[in-house]
Structures are given as C-alpha cells and as structure tokens.
C-alpha cells in the first residue's frame, strides 16, 4: 500500500518562509498528481495546490497564489511546497495527498 510522510515543518516568523517536502515509499511519485492540504484547529481542511505528474500543469487556491508554490524532484522522489511571505493565519498541519492516500501532515506556526 502507499504510503506518503511529509517534513519541514516548524515555528517561523510573520514574513519568513518554509520548504514542506512529501516523499513516497515503494514507488514513484512522478506517475501521480499531488495535491497539498492543510488544516487549522477547529476548521476544514483546505486545498492548497495540485501539481500534475509531468510538473507542467498546476493550481493554487486564492488565499496562497502568488505566496506559495509546488515542485517536484524527480531525481530525489518528492514533490515541494515553497511557502513564502508566511502570515499567523497559514499556522495548520499541512498534508500532501495522492488520491485517497495522506501522510500524517507536519505542523507549520507562523508567529512573532
């Protein structure tokens, strides 16, 4: 079965960046479009970005366009997400996902 593990997480402050990565076990996750979510305390699950296989074709929710973005490394097997220009209100656990698999979400806090 797939399994998927997301890091880089971690405290930053208001205006700092972050680089998440989500690495797959037991095959290639250049054959698969890859989506990031995250989630605050108390809210729903939001989506993030969906990058394609190929890496040519990707969308951003509103509330990062411009502020974060998704790539991939073949070479080391893992799709990124670059987050900059952080604010306190991108403070959640962000998860990667492939179809119905998740990883266990690393926890991101941006505050002074």
């Known amino acids: 079965q797939l399994q998927l593990e997301e890091s880089g997480g971690g405290w930053v402050q208001p205006g700092g960046s972050l680089r998440l990565s989500c690495t797959a076990s037991g095959f290639r996750l250049d054959r698969y479009a890859i989506g990031w979510f995250r989630q605050a305390p108390g809210k729903e699950r939001e989506g993030l970005s969906c990058?394609?296989?190929?890496?040519?074709?990707?969308q951003y929710a509103d509330s990062v366009k411009g502020r974060f973005t998704s790539f991939r490394d073949n070479g080391k097997n893992t799709v990124s997400l670059q987050m900059n220009s952080l604010k306190p209100d991108d403070t959640a656990v962000y998860s990667c996902n492939l179809e119905q698999y998740w990883g266990q979400g690393t926890q991101v806090t941006v505050s002074s």
């Open positions: 990058i394609s296989a190929s890496g040519g074709n990707i």
